[in-house]
């Protein structure tokens, strides 16, 4: 009868030969991790502004609501009333939305700036696990064809 190769153990040894270094991964990881912590922080503090500036405009607006629909000596008094409040809220709708207009471009801007400094970051961790990887393929490469 024909004796069967072991493949098991020709499989093994072919995999000892090429070792992963999980250190790479892991680095990668970490990078990820601190990328997306970052990247939270920054949509967390656009989201505190942003409930900030609406809860302001709010309390302004309900002040004048507040002012609008008080008790006035003359009929003409409640048009001006209303004139008035159409005017603040105007002045008022402008302002805020520049304010939210102010946290959207620093949202922007920091989010760019995380984006390209985690993209040098991950461009150098490829590149030193590339090399890396490199370098122990040609050890095991040697090493397999010294045998």
């Known amino acids: 009868m024909a004796k069967t190769d072991d493949f098991t153990k020709m499989m093994k040894d072919m995999m000892g030969n090429f070792p992963l270094d999980m250190s790479a991964m892991q680095e990668s990881f970490k990078t990820q991790a601190s ?22 405009w709010t309390k302004d607006t309900l002040a ?14 409640y048009t001006k009333a209303l004139t008035e409040f159409a005017s603040v809220q105007a002045e ?8 939210f207009a102010e946290v959207a471009k620093k949202v922007q801007m920091e989010t760019i700036e995380l984006v390209l ?16 990887a490199t370098d122990e393929m040609t050890k095991a490469a040697k090493k397999a064809t010294a045998k």
Do not use: H, Q, R, Y
């Open 117 to 132: 400094a985690a993209g040098k970051d991950m461009g150098e961790d490829m590149t030193a696990a590339a090399k890396k």
């Open 35 to 56: 990328f997306a912590e970052k990247l939270s922080k920054v949509a967390i503090e656009a989201a505190e502004k942003s409930t900030e500036l609406s809860s302001k």
């Open 64 to 77: 004048k609501v507040s002012d609008m629909t008080a008790v006035k000596e003359e009929p003409a008094d």
């Open 92 to 99: 008022m709708a402008a302002e805020n939305m520049a304010a």
